[in-house]
């Protein structure tokens, strides 16, 4: 098997069938943080299925401010207009990406204006408030997918593709990490993320999401338990229960996930899978900024695999327009998103009870 010429072998978008379009959705981006500012529309402006046409914040000043640098924004409103439909006319879907323990209500409300969503992982911070999130968009007949940016990245696309093809043999082992600072890249001890009510958690439901769900991505298939262990040093970190954490998760035929995650380590990220004949390296792996690269080993053979850098966002609001379009189901859907809050929450309880917790 000659891996080097299969490693050329690659399309970038597999499910892309429409390329541009006169009639691009239109997106209502709900929170105005620096993630919307920074990377969600700078993305959606690059992007040539869709464009943002409103702005949805808690702080009306702020939102028109960052209205007026767009070309293609028609509404600032404030979290209270958008319950009351105001706009509802300029926008056909919805991008969430308040803290995660507020995302269900906008996501009800734009599931009852008959409005697509784009919601961010974590879709909330109570397995019991994705659920309702799952029952709102289903009496509405509403779409929702959920932000797993990974799934729509070419160089984790490319290792799921080339372990689907038996290049590395049977997955034994899948190694995830997911480090960050976070005090250093937002240096307020009053955030979101550090607070329990509103994260639903820490390190593991901010970033130890994206080495679970890869995995799941990669392996197609999902975790039956996990056992693991958390901790907050800090006291930074009173108020959340992982200021460190590491599980593992253990998936059907044996195969084992092991992630760590930490928000007051050095910044680092990197998902691997070992088989029986090989191994598949994504590192750097998790965050936009960097970019990635992928590595094949099969046998005595190792290569570098090329691919073409692209924006992570961009990618994700092109597929998820993409299936607006055509008329196309998205995936990752709620049901595969509430199975990640399921996992974490049995993370939580495996360290809590020092014990194995079954899925």
């Known amino acids: ?46 992007a040539a299925l869709c464009e943002t046409t409103v702005l949805v914040s808690s702080d009306p000043e702020k939102a028109n401010e960052v209205a007026t640098d767009s070309a293609t924004v028609e509404r600032a409103i404030t979290y209270d207009d958008f319950h009351e439909g105001v706009a509802a006319d300029a926008y056909d879907a919805v991008y969430v990406v308040t803290p995660n323990a507020l995302h269900l209500p906008f996501v009800e409300t ?78 307020d001890p009053d955030q979101w993320r550090l607070d329990g009510d509103l994260s639903g958690g820490c390190a593991t439901m901010d970033i130890g999401i994206y080495p679970l769900n890869t995995a799941r991505f990669l392996l197609d298939a999902d975790p039956e338990r996990v056992r693991g262990k ?73 290569i570098d ?3 073409e850098q692209v924006d992570q966002m961009e990618e994700e609001f092109e597929y998820f327009a993409h299936c607006l379009l055509t008329d196309t189901e998205p995936h990752p859907d709620g049901e595969h998103a509430l199975r990640d809050i399921q996992t974490i929450k049995a993370v939580y309880e495996a360290s809590e009870r020092g014990e194995t917790v079954e899925l």
Request: charged letters at 30%; one cysteine or more; aromatic letters at 8%.
């Open 305 to 307: 695999v090329g691919f």
């Open 110 to 187: 734009a599931a009852e204006l008959g409005k697509a969503v784009l919601c961010e992982k974590p879709m909330e911070a109570t397995v019991e408030r994705a659920e309702a999130m799952i029952e709102a968009v289903e009496a509405h007949d509403a779409t929702l997918m959920v932000a797993y940016r990974m799934q729509t990245e070419p160089a984790v696309r490319r290792a799921k593709g080339f372990i689907d093809e038996g290049l590395i043999g049977k997955p034994v082992f899948v190694n995830g990490n997911m480090t960050e600072p976070i005090l250093d890249l937002v240096p």
């Open 230 to 302: 958390v901790a907050s040093v800090n006291p930074e970190f009173d108020d959340v229960p992982d200021e460190h954490a590491a599980f593992q998760l253990d998936f059907p035929d044996h195969v084992f996930a092991v992630c760590t995650a930490s928000q007051n380590a050095q910044m680092a990220s990197h998902i691997e899978v070992i088989g029986t004949e090989g191994r598949i390296r994504v590192e750097p792996a998790f965050y936009p900024w960097d970019d990635r690269a992928l590595t094949l080993q099969r046998g005595e053979t190792t």
């Open 1 to 46: 098997m000659d891996i080097e010429t299969l490693a050329d072998e690659f399309d970038r978008r597999d499910w892309q069938e429409l390329e541009e379009t006169d009639d691009p959705v239109r997106i209502a981006m709900v929170g105005v943080g620096w993630w919307t500012r920074e990377q969600a529309m700078p993305a959606v402006e690059s």
